[in-house]
Antibody, heavy 122, light 110 residues
């Protein structure tokens, strides 16, 4: 069955960097666009970034543009999120997620990981 | 301020029906598919509805979705206490080239 497992979260100081990973299994990872979605404590869902199935297209929320980079390694079935210049407002649970349709993006999310908590402290 | 607008909360009695609205614009809901997600406390979101009105396997037909113009609606019939959760709508915004979510609606089953 489809599974997404995030790792790499933790406590990091203001202005520092962190890289999240998401290991995918149970489906053909290279056929699907993948997302990062975050949720600050007690808040709603916030879309962060998406990368197309082949890595040729990627888009970011304005709140992270220029600081975060989404990437993927289809040979390793892994999605990444490089987070630089971290701010207090980046504190959140970060979810890795898969698009509902293969070879497309922007259609919705059918599988979510369990999330990894990133805490940015001073 | 979310791009998509949802009521912060709704409530109804067990066995009753409730609807949750999601309002957007032509650049998002008006020209893209809408999905709905359920998030139980302390868990990851779960897909309830995709492509405006389709249910993934395993989602009971008590849950339904519809879209008209720049608004979408989630309907839940035969409410159960286990339906108490936060519900989010989501779609793509073609003008911004980003995914967008509603602010979420907390459902209370009285």
């Amino acid at each position: 069955q489809e599974q997404l497992v995030e790792s790499g979260g933790g406590v990091v100081q203001l202005g520092r960097s962190l890289r999240l990973s998401c290991a995918a299994s149970g489906f053909s990872f290279s056929r699907y666009a993948m997302y990062w979605v975050r949720q600050a404590p007690g808040k709603g869902l916030e879309w962060v970034a998406v990368m197309s199935y082949d890595g040729s297209n990627k888009y970011y929320a304005d709140s992270v543009k220029g600081r975060f980079t989404i990437s993927r390694d289809n040979s390793k079935n892994t999605l990444y999120l490089q987070m630089n210049s971290l701010r207090a407002e980046d504190t959140a649970v970060y979810y890795c997620a898969r698009d509902t349709r293969d070879y497309n993006y922007g259609y919705g999310i059918d599988y979510w990981g369990q999330g990894t908590l990133v805490t940015v402290s001073s | 301020q979310s791009v998509l607008t949802q009521p912060p909360s709704v409530s109804a009695a067990p066995g009753q029906k409730v609807t949750i609205s999601c309002s957007g614009s032509s650049s998002n809901i008006g020209n893209n598919y809408v999905s709905w997600y359920q998030q139980l406390p302390g868990t990851a979101p779960k897909l309830l509805i995709y492509d405006n009105n389709k249910r993934p396997s395993g989602i009971p037909d008590r849950f339904s979705g519809s879209k008209s113009g720049t608004s979408a609606t989630l309907g839940i019939t035969g409410l159960q206490t286990g339906d108490e959760a936060d519900y989010y709508c989501g779609t793509w915004d073609s003008s911004l080239s980003v995914g967008v979510f509603g602010g979420g609606t907390k459902l209370t089953v009285l």
